[in-house]
């Protein structure tokens, strides 16, 4: 069977690390059935990286319409390559624009829908994955009815496995009406690094005593290569924006590297963050519910162990650069 995957570029026209992750899975199940990784792209400067990855064709179109994502637009320039390359299933990340789409083109191409896929299909009857479900907290097996089929990965359940090809990479010109909605204006988020992309996220909670102490997180966050997040406390207090909240009633996380600095670990926290590989936390109450959670745990002053943790590492960097 041939698989197709909706490669994700940034506004760079990068390819985002999920790309290569779903492609990996993809050549994952094709080396056993035979089958052939094909991958469509929007607008992308690299394209030729997917090869490295096992994606044998890359179609990358280049249309300034498909710069900014609309769902409508890229759901119709999905299921036509779907279609035209007689593909059987459909692997897409768990990114907020693929979530939009996947129900979108499960109507289109009347295919079975799996989100949050955590491991490769199984062959029976009918084809099953595992998932997580209710917040991360459970699994659930899932057999897929429909011949055609969509598989959205959770983040970092993978992994990046190299295995180079040789590919075919070819330009598609869709033909876009231009009867459709416009975007106006995008507005970036104030991280340099998006909690959605990140494989580490640094987050603070109320432990910090306030938003004027917050460069404590920037700062471990900048020299990690992560992003900043908060509790629902901090972002209720209005110290950061809502944007930054995770947890269950916030952002899901599911990075390789958690640093929780100054979170107590609400239940509604801990299920949020539940999937990220590893977990770490700073706090002065060694009762604090997140250490039982944790992979590992300091207990002591964010103010005064955070700043010794920035300098170890910028110390380890530049023995290293």
Partial sequence: MDILIFAETDEKGNLKKDALEIASYAHEICSKTKGKVKAICFNSTNPKKLSEYGVKKIINSKNEKLKNFDAGIYSDCISEI????????????????SKYIGGILAVKIDAGYV??????????NKLSVLRNTFTNKAFETVEITKRKIILAISKNSFGLKENPVES??????????????????????????????????????RGLKGPENWHLIENLAEVLGGATACSKPVSDLGWRPHSEH????????????????????A????????????KVVINTDPEAPFFKAADYGIVGDAFEVVPKLIDKLKEFKSAND
Avoid at 85 to 96: G, K, Q, R, Y
Avoid at 115 to 124: A, D, L
Avoid at 254 to 259: D, K, Q, R
Avoid at 267 to 278: E, N, P, R, T, Y
């Fill in 168 to 205: 075919e990479i070819s330009e598609f010109n869709f033909n876009i009406s231009d009867a459709r909605n416009k975007v106006t204006s995008v507005e970036k988020t104030l991280n340099k690094v998006t909690i959605a992309d990140a494989d580490i996220v640094v987050s603070g909670g």
């Fill in 82 to 97: 779907f279609s035209n390359e007689n593909c059987d299933i459909l692997i897409l990340s768990s990114s907020s624009n």
């Fill in 115 to 124: 989100t949050n896929v955590i491991s490769k299909p199984v062959e029976g």
């Fill in 246 to 265: 995770v947890g269950q009633t916030g952002k899901p996380v599911s990075s390789n590297l958690y640093i929780a600095v100054g979170i107590s670990g």
């Fill in 267 to 278: 239940i509604q926290h801990l299920a949020g963050v539940s999937s990220s590989k590893v």
